[in-house]
């Protein structure tokens, strides 16, 4: 890593800071991939959630008498929308994924009062039957001439008595609205929730592959990845203190759960400065992608299962984590198992350590406990994955190395058939042939425990296709997904607190800027969302 990643040498009260910088970012979607060739970078246009805050504008099916022709108008946060028989609900019935839903009844509708402009290449969103209800059928309509009259995407769906995600395919340029209409089922009622729209651009990126749009990323801001000069965060508009590894607290930029400005207006060409965050980056080009991003901030829970929680991790496909500096609570651990277990994806990103965070070893190898904790990001990830009450022996085929290294960069890369191996590394998002470490650290494979464990990126000393000195790797539990990276600079954009020393590992730090660091971890992320 650079100047970001310090450890302590000794525990006087006069410790030194030591910079380490050498030179100056649930089950697949139904319905069709977006492409078939080039993956497309079709940007989300438009959005709807439903999150209307702590109360409903929209609480009674129609104003009276129930059931009248025009519906009710709502402002919400993607626009104007009519509700006709339908309304706004967070009971415990509703299904939703966050705290409230759409809920429609008879052969109700919901119906978008203006257009999105960009045409509409995909619309992907969720469904379900209302708590004790008999299953019912809905259909997506679209019109092209501001709701004169409308056309059927697709067939007509089936609401199941879990919420599930929708894709269709429209491939329609110009002027778009769209309308969700109940089909049948008489008074059973149903949910919508999460209506998300990709535009019709038809701009192509490089790389090869298909990507399936709509999926959601959690990135963890809940475990001081923000601690000392570190800013692991997509956004932060806020501040908060934070325990520092000197004793006190510093005064650190701070994540919300909703990116800010809306990522409704990101294009092909928007910076990464659009967002605040050290790891902007990454999650604008996943945007630009067609993927949605949110951060889980401090004080959130971490749960999986647990309908009462907005951020559930049920509720997301991914769950980004770069280098966190707290241990994970026993609770949490069992969460994040069973997210990964049932088909979520697990993005685990470390960073440098020394046999013990007491201080420098013999070699000089520095920890990154930059709270101070007794705990840096590698003791962290080991002890989720030997602590964790449901599999304690090297579930996922790995343990990270309490080691300091770095590489600028090593090109001993995997080239074998392993066909996910060949999808992070020659994805959509392009081809990663090298991979560059500012002090991080390695991984240990134990394919005895996980046969499904692949090394990616190896130590230049290391030895290809090897167990040990592993930079990169992926793996499977259950139906999820896994990726490891031991270093945080890869993913360091440059930009984000003031007062933190960031530098671009990203793509414009030498010797970085001629690895291929977006594609590593951009195709990891759709990897591990099963999207490509």
Same mark, same amino acid.
């Given at each position: ?12 009260? &006069? ?21 078939? =060739? &080039? ?15 702590? @109360? ?76 004790? /209800? ?18 059927? @995407?697709? *067939? ?16 329609? @340029?110009?002027?778009? !609205? ?6 049948? =089922? ?11 729209? %990709? ?11 298909? $990507? ?13 990845? %923000? ?8 956004? &932060? ?46 999650? $604008? ?49 069992? *969460? ?23 201080? *420098?070893?013999? %070699? ?12 840096? @990001? ?22 990270? /190395?309490?080691? /300091? ?12 058939? %392993? ?61 999820? !997904? ?51």
């Amino acid at each position: 890593m650079n100047v970001k990643k310090w450890g302590l040498i000794g525990l006087s009260a &006069a410790a030194l800071l030591v910079g380490c910088h050498s030179l100056n970012d649930l089950t697949p979607d139904a319905g069709q991939p977006l492409t078939t =060739g &080039a993956a497309r970078a079709a940007a989300v246009s438009l959005s709807e959630g439903f999150e209307v805050g702590s @109360s409903s504008p929209k609480t009674a099916y129609d104003v009276s008498p129930t059931g009248s022709a025009s519906g009710d108008n709502v402002t919400l946060n993607s626009g104007s929308w009519n509700l006709y028989d339908a309304l706004i609900g967070n009971l415990s019935g509703d299904l939703k994924a966050g705290s409230w839903s759409g809920r429609i009844r008879n052969t109700g509708k919901i119906t978008m009062l203006f257009d999105v402009t960009s045409g509409i290449s995909t619309v992907s969103l969720k469904h379900g039957t209302y708590s004790g /209800d008999a299953a019912s059928q809905w259909g997506l309509f679209y019109s092209t001439n501001s709701g004169s009259s409308w056309t059927q @995407s697709g *067939a007509s769906v089936t609401t199941g008595s879990s919420i599930q995600t929708q894709t269709f395919t429209l491939n329609v @340029s110009g002027s778009v !609205r769209l309308e969700i209409r109940k089909l049948s =089922g008489g008074s059973s009622r149903i949910n919508i929730d999460d209506i998300v729209i %990709n535009d019709n651009s038809g701009t192509s990126t490089g790389g090869g592959g298909t $990507v399936v749009t709509g999926k959601k990323f959690l990135f963890d801001a809940s475990h001081y990845e %923000n601690a000392g000069s570190a800013d692991w965060q997509i956004d &932060a508009d806020g501040t908060e203190s934070v325990p520092s590894y000197q004793g006190g607290t510093t005064v650190e930029t701070k994540a919300q759960r909703t990116p800010t400005p809306s990522y409704t207006g990101i294009t092909a060409s928007t910076s990464e400065t659009y967002w605040k965050g050290g790891i902007s980056a990454w999650a $604008v080009e996943l945007v630009k992608k067609g993927e949605l991003v949110e951060s889980l901030p401090v004080g959130a829970s971490i749960t999986y299962g647990n309908t009462a929680n907005p951020q559930d991790l049920a509720n997301y496909d991914v769950y980004v984590v770069v280098e966190p500096n707290r241990l994970f609570s026993s609770a949490e651990k069992t *969460a994040i198992m069973n997210f990964v277990n049932n088909g979520g994806g697990l993005m685990m990103v470390a960073d440098h350590t020394a046999a013990t965070t007491a201080g *420098a070893d013999a %070699n000089g190898y520095n920890p990154s406990d930059r709270d101070g904790d007794g705990y840096d @990001s590698p003791r962290v990830w080991n002890d989720l994955m030997s602590n964790n009450g449901i599999n304690n022996s090297k579930p996922f085929g790995f343990v990270v /190395d309490y080691v /300091d290294i770095s590489e600028k960069p090593t090109t001993k890369v995997y080239t074998g058939s %392993n066909a996910s191996a060949q999808k992070v590394l020659n994805g959509a998002a392009g081809t990663a042939s090298k991979l560059a470490f500012y002090n991080g650290t390695t991984a240990t494979l134990y394919a005895s425990n996980n046969s499904n464990v692949q090394g990616l990126f190896w130590r230049s000393s290391s030895t290809l296709n090897g167990s040990t000195g592993v930079m990169a790797l992926l793996s499977t539990y259950g139906s999820g !997904r896994v990726v490891f990276v031991g270093d945080s600079s890869p993913a360091d954009d440059g930009t984000g607190d003031t007062n933190d020393n960031l530098f671009n590992g990203w793509s414009g730090d030498q010797p970085s800027g001629y690895t291929s660091h977006p594609a590593l971890h951009l195709n990891a992320s759709l990897w591990l969302a099963k999207a490509q």
